[in-house]
Protein backbone atom coordinates (compact mmCIF):
# COMPACT_ATOMS: atom_id res chain seq x y z
CA UNK A 1 0.00 0.00 0.00
CA UNK A 2 1.56 3.29 -1.15
CA UNK A 3 2.06 6.35 1.54
CA UNK A 4 0.43 8.34 -1.47
CA UNK A 5 -3.35 7.80 -1.87
CA UNK A 6 -4.91 8.26 -4.95
CA UNK A 7 -8.61 7.22 -6.37
CA UNK A 8 -8.34 3.79 -8.85
CA UNK A 9 -10.11 5.58 -11.45
CA UNK A 10 -11.70 8.52 -13.06
CA UNK A 11 -13.62 9.28 -15.76
CA UNK A 12 -15.04 12.46 -17.81
CA UNK A 13 -16.63 13.10 -21.34
CA UNK A 14 -14.56 15.14 -23.99
CA UNK A 15 -14.05 18.61 -23.03
CA UNK A 16 -15.05 18.62 -19.54
CA UNK A 17 -12.99 19.02 -16.75
CA UNK A 18 -11.58 16.21 -14.51
CA UNK A 19 -9.36 16.52 -11.29
CA UNK A 20 -7.76 13.45 -9.80
CA UNK A 21 -6.47 13.53 -5.87
CA UNK A 22 -3.04 12.57 -4.22
CA UNK A 23 -3.43 12.02 -0.24
CA UNK A 24 -0.45 11.90 1.80
CA UNK A 25 0.65 12.76 5.30
CA UNK A 26 2.96 15.13 7.47
CA UNK A 27 6.43 13.14 6.35
CA UNK A 28 5.53 13.52 2.25
CA UNK A 29 3.43 16.39 1.18
CA UNK A 30 2.63 17.93 4.26
CA UNK A 31 5.98 18.46 5.08
CA UNK A 32 6.07 19.92 2.41
CA UNK A 33 7.65 18.09 0.33
CA UNK A 34 7.47 18.47 -3.85
CA UNK A 35 5.20 16.81 -5.77
CA UNK A 36 5.09 16.11 -9.61
CA UNK A 37 2.60 13.83 -11.46
CA UNK A 38 3.20 11.74 -14.43
CA UNK A 39 1.07 10.46 -17.68
CA UNK A 40 1.85 6.83 -18.78
CA UNK A 41 0.06 5.94 -21.93
CA UNK A 42 -0.83 2.75 -22.66
CA UNK A 43 2.49 0.13 -23.31
CA UNK A 44 4.86 3.71 -22.90
CA UNK A 45 7.15 4.79 -20.03
CA UNK A 46 5.79 7.85 -17.73
CA UNK A 47 5.76 10.71 -18.95
CA UNK A 48 6.68 14.24 -16.73
CA UNK A 49 3.67 16.42 -16.55
CA UNK A 50 4.13 18.42 -13.52
CA UNK A 51 6.60 19.48 -11.57
CA UNK A 52 6.96 21.14 -9.05
CA UNK A 53 3.53 21.01 -7.64
CA UNK A 54 2.53 23.44 -10.81
CA UNK A 55 4.79 23.83 -13.01
CA UNK A 56 4.55 22.51 -16.75
CA UNK A 57 7.54 21.23 -18.49
CA UNK A 58 7.87 22.69 -21.81
CA UNK A 59 5.32 21.00 -23.98
CA UNK A 60 2.47 20.09 -21.68
CA UNK A 61 -0.74 21.95 -22.78
CA UNK A 62 -2.00 24.24 -20.16
CA UNK A 63 -5.36 21.68 -20.00
CA UNK A 64 -3.19 19.97 -17.80
CA UNK A 65 -2.60 22.29 -13.79
CA UNK A 66 -1.10 20.99 -10.70
CA UNK A 67 -2.23 21.86 -6.93
CA UNK A 68 -1.07 21.25 -3.65
CA UNK A 69 -2.83 22.02 -0.20
CA UNK A 70 -1.94 20.60 3.35
CA UNK A 71 -1.25 16.96 2.82
CA UNK A 72 -2.78 15.87 -0.28
CA UNK A 73 -2.33 17.35 -3.96
CA UNK A 74 -4.28 17.40 -7.02
CA UNK A 75 -3.91 17.32 -10.74
CA UNK A 76 -6.24 19.01 -13.21
CA UNK A 77 -7.25 18.43 -16.61
CA UNK A 78 -9.54 20.83 -18.43
CA UNK A 79 -11.24 20.23 -21.66
CA UNK A 80 -10.58 16.68 -21.93
CA UNK A 81 -9.51 15.03 -25.06
CA UNK A 82 -9.56 11.67 -25.97
CA UNK A 83 -5.53 11.39 -26.27
CA UNK A 84 -5.92 12.02 -22.09
CA UNK A 85 -7.24 8.35 -21.39
CA UNK A 86 -3.88 6.87 -19.22
CA UNK A 87 -3.00 6.24 -16.21
CA UNK A 88 -1.82 9.13 -13.97
CA UNK A 89 0.91 9.21 -11.00
CA UNK A 90 1.67 11.74 -8.72
CA UNK A 91 5.40 11.34 -6.57
CA UNK A 92 7.10 13.14 -3.84
CA UNK A 93 9.52 12.34 -1.12
CA UNK A 94 8.80 11.00 2.18
CA UNK A 95 10.95 11.52 4.78
CA UNK A 96 10.34 8.92 7.05
CA UNK A 97 10.70 6.33 4.57
CA UNK A 98 14.15 8.23 3.07
CA UNK A 99 12.46 7.77 -0.46
CA UNK A 100 10.73 9.16 -3.53
CA UNK A 101 6.77 7.73 -3.51
CA UNK A 102 4.30 7.43 -6.02
CA UNK A 103 0.90 7.03 -5.58
CA UNK A 104 -0.96 4.13 -6.48
CA UNK A 105 -2.03 5.65 -10.05
CA UNK A 106 -5.15 6.77 -11.17
CA UNK A 107 -6.36 5.38 -14.99
CA UNK A 108 -8.09 8.14 -16.48
CA UNK A 109 -11.15 7.06 -19.14
CA UNK A 110 -12.49 9.26 -21.65
CA UNK A 111 -16.13 8.67 -22.52
CA UNK B 1 16.66 16.80 -26.72
CA UNK B 2 18.30 13.77 -23.77
CA UNK B 3 17.47 10.51 -24.79
CA UNK B 4 17.67 7.75 -22.26
CA UNK B 5 17.96 3.19 -23.01
CA UNK B 6 17.76 0.43 -21.03
CA UNK B 7 20.01 -2.30 -21.96
CA UNK B 8 20.41 -5.51 -20.54
CA UNK B 9 19.27 -9.75 -20.01
CA UNK B 10 15.37 -9.95 -20.14
CA UNK B 11 15.45 -13.28 -17.72
CA UNK B 12 17.37 -14.56 -15.03
CA UNK B 13 17.54 -17.20 -12.46
CA UNK B 14 16.79 -16.41 -8.45
CA UNK B 15 19.92 -15.55 -6.51
CA UNK B 16 21.84 -14.35 -9.76
CA UNK B 17 22.58 -10.86 -9.91
CA UNK B 18 20.51 -7.88 -12.38
CA UNK B 19 23.30 -5.76 -14.33
CA UNK B 20 21.59 -2.98 -16.55
CA UNK B 21 22.96 -0.20 -18.13
CA UNK B 22 21.42 2.85 -19.43
CA UNK B 23 23.08 4.45 -22.42
CA UNK B 24 22.47 8.21 -22.49
CA UNK B 25 22.62 10.44 -25.76
CA UNK B 26 22.14 13.81 -26.81
CA UNK B 27 23.29 14.80 -22.73
CA UNK B 28 25.97 13.92 -20.59
CA UNK B 29 25.66 12.55 -16.62
CA UNK B 30 28.54 14.99 -15.57
CA UNK B 31 26.12 17.73 -15.79
CA UNK B 32 25.51 19.91 -12.71
CA UNK B 33 22.02 20.21 -13.18
CA UNK B 34 20.75 16.60 -13.20
CA UNK B 35 20.93 13.59 -10.78
CA UNK B 36 20.67 10.22 -12.53
CA UNK B 37 18.11 7.20 -11.32
CA UNK B 38 16.64 4.02 -11.73
CA UNK B 39 13.07 2.94 -11.55
CA UNK B 40 11.06 -0.01 -11.97
CA UNK B 41 7.46 -0.66 -12.34
CA UNK B 42 5.17 -3.92 -11.66
CA UNK B 43 1.60 -5.01 -11.50
CA UNK B 44 2.25 -6.05 -7.57
CA UNK B 45 4.26 -2.96 -6.65
CA UNK B 46 3.31 0.18 -8.80
CA UNK B 47 6.10 2.65 -9.61
CA UNK B 48 9.33 1.87 -7.65
CA UNK B 49 12.04 4.37 -6.69
CA UNK B 50 15.28 2.69 -6.61
CA UNK B 51 17.92 4.29 -6.60
CA UNK B 52 19.67 7.57 -7.79
CA UNK B 53 22.70 9.39 -8.48
CA UNK B 54 24.91 12.28 -9.14
CA UNK B 55 28.36 12.65 -11.18
CA UNK B 56 29.83 14.32 -8.24
CA UNK B 57 29.47 11.39 -5.78
CA UNK B 58 26.22 11.66 -4.35
CA UNK B 59 24.28 8.16 -4.22
CA UNK B 60 21.08 7.89 -2.63
CA UNK B 61 19.48 4.48 -2.44
CA UNK B 62 15.59 3.02 -1.36
CA UNK B 63 16.12 2.03 2.07
CA UNK B 64 13.64 -1.43 1.11
CA UNK B 65 16.61 -2.30 -1.66
CA UNK B 66 19.85 -0.97 -0.32
CA UNK B 67 21.02 -4.14 1.06
CA UNK B 68 21.45 -5.40 -2.92
CA UNK B 69 21.68 -2.30 -5.16
CA UNK B 70 24.80 -0.37 -6.30
CA UNK B 71 24.30 2.27 -9.00
CA UNK B 72 27.19 3.69 -10.41
CA UNK B 73 28.94 5.66 -13.24
CA UNK B 74 31.95 4.63 -15.32
CA UNK B 75 34.42 7.56 -15.09
CA UNK B 76 35.67 6.70 -18.72
CA UNK B 77 32.08 7.52 -20.01
CA UNK B 78 29.88 10.34 -19.06
CA UNK B 79 27.27 8.77 -21.36
CA UNK B 80 26.34 5.62 -19.39
CA UNK B 81 25.10 4.59 -15.97
CA UNK B 82 24.57 1.52 -14.22
CA UNK B 83 22.20 -0.45 -11.87
CA UNK B 84 23.32 -3.87 -10.23
CA UNK B 85 20.67 -5.68 -8.20
CA UNK B 86 21.56 -8.54 -6.33
CA UNK B 87 20.23 -11.98 -5.17
CA UNK B 88 17.31 -11.50 -7.65
CA UNK B 89 14.12 -13.06 -6.92
CA UNK B 90 10.44 -13.74 -8.28
CA UNK B 91 9.15 -10.32 -6.75
CA UNK B 92 12.28 -8.30 -8.92
CA UNK B 93 10.69 -9.12 -11.93
CA UNK B 94 9.39 -5.81 -13.47
CA UNK B 95 9.84 -3.25 -16.30
CA UNK B 96 12.79 -1.26 -15.50
CA UNK B 97 13.58 2.10 -16.23
CA UNK B 98 16.23 5.04 -16.25
CA UNK B 99 15.96 8.41 -16.20
CA UNK B 100 16.96 11.98 -15.60
CA UNK B 101 16.15 13.89 -12.49
CA UNK B 102 15.98 17.20 -12.02
CA UNK B 103 14.07 19.04 -9.19
CA UNK B 104 13.28 15.80 -7.84
CA UNK B 105 11.01 15.01 -11.06
CA UNK B 106 12.25 12.58 -13.46
CA UNK B 107 11.76 14.63 -16.36
CA UNK B 108 13.32 11.97 -19.44
CA UNK B 109 12.89 8.37 -19.72
CA UNK B 110 13.87 5.65 -21.27
CA UNK B 111 11.18 3.52 -22.69
CA UNK B 112 12.19 0.40 -20.03
CA UNK B 113 13.62 -2.71 -20.17
CA UNK B 114 11.27 -5.94 -19.15
CA UNK B 115 13.50 -8.15 -16.84
CA UNK B 116 11.71 -11.48 -15.48
CA UNK B 117 13.10 -13.68 -12.61
CA UNK B 118 12.45 -17.42 -13.08
CA UNK B 119 13.84 -20.97 -12.78
Known amino acids: QSALTQPPSVSGAPGQKVTISCTGSSSNIGAPQDVHWYQQLPGAAPKLLIY???DRPSGVPDRFSGSRSGTSASLAITGLQPEDEADYYCQSYDSGLRASIFGGGTKLTVL | QVRLQESGPGLLKPSETLSLTCTVS??????????WGWFRQSPERGLEWIASFHYSGSTYYNPSLESRVTISANTTSVTHFYLQLSTVTAADSAMYYC??????????WGQGIMVTVSS
Open chain 1, 52 to 54: KNT
Open chain 2, 99 to 108: ARRSSGAADS
Open chain 2, 26 to 35: GGYINSNYFY
